[in-house]
């Protein structure tokens, strides 16, 4: 091992000389650049999630206001991918704080106390990367589990498991509804599909009698070690 300091940096001895305050100051313009950058993402961030809602507020066509309410949660889901990498270690995401965070924003805004979404979340953390893809995969599949799976009056359980092992990180949303019902793909599933190829996954979304389950397999290969993490 070679002990001398690096070239430019302070050394060992050098305690809180002219360079451990060049360090201190280049270190605080970081953080504030950081700082800065979190905040014009989420405003436009932001500025993009009102447009759309004016746009839509604007728009008399049904089929049209349904179709920017679900570009309007894909905005959401995105911007919480954002909050929470910035809140927390922006270079890894915990699929299941995320999970948690968006159940409870779904099963409110679909104002259905009647489902109860059961959780089984091993705490996993991708790398920053992946996050925006997988968090979109996790929303779509909710979401359709929220919106088509039980017609209004039909009560159910939306269970949501996540585990960890082999070096795969497994993703399982499974419902007891009405099933596929033969329908073909439309496009929230096709984004599921693309997103899962980004992230080299396996998807299946099948009818399991009762109800639809919807596997993701996702390769951990490329996730950052335990000791890295962790703070
Ligand atoms: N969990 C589910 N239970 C019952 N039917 C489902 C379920 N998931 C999907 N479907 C059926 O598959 C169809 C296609 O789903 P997909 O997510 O691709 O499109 P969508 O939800 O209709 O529209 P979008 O996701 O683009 O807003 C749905 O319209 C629905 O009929
Ligand atoms: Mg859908």
Known sequence: ?????????????????????????????????????????????????????????????????????????????????????????????DVADFIRDLTGDLAASAGRDDLEIALDLDHIAIPAASAAAFALVVNELLGNAVKHAFPPGRRGRVSVRLSNGDGLCRLTIADDGVGLGGQPPGFGLTIVKLLGQQLHADVQVEDAQPGVRATVIVPMTAVPKPDRASP
């Open 1 to 93: 091992m070679n002990d001398q300091p690096e070239a430019g940096l302070p050394g060992p001895e050098s305690g809180a000389g002219p360079d451990a305050g060049a360090l201190e100051t280049a270190l605080a313009q970081k953080s504030a650049l950081l700082h800065e950058i979190d905040h014009r993402v989420k405003n436009n961030l932001q500025l993009i999630a009102s447009l759309i809602l004016l746009q839509s507020r604007r728009t008399a066509d049904p089929a049209a206001r349904a179709a920017l309410k679900t570009v309007l949660e894909r905005v959401a889901a995105v911007a919480t991918v954002h909050r929470r990498l910035f809140q927390n270690d922006p270079l890894s995401f």
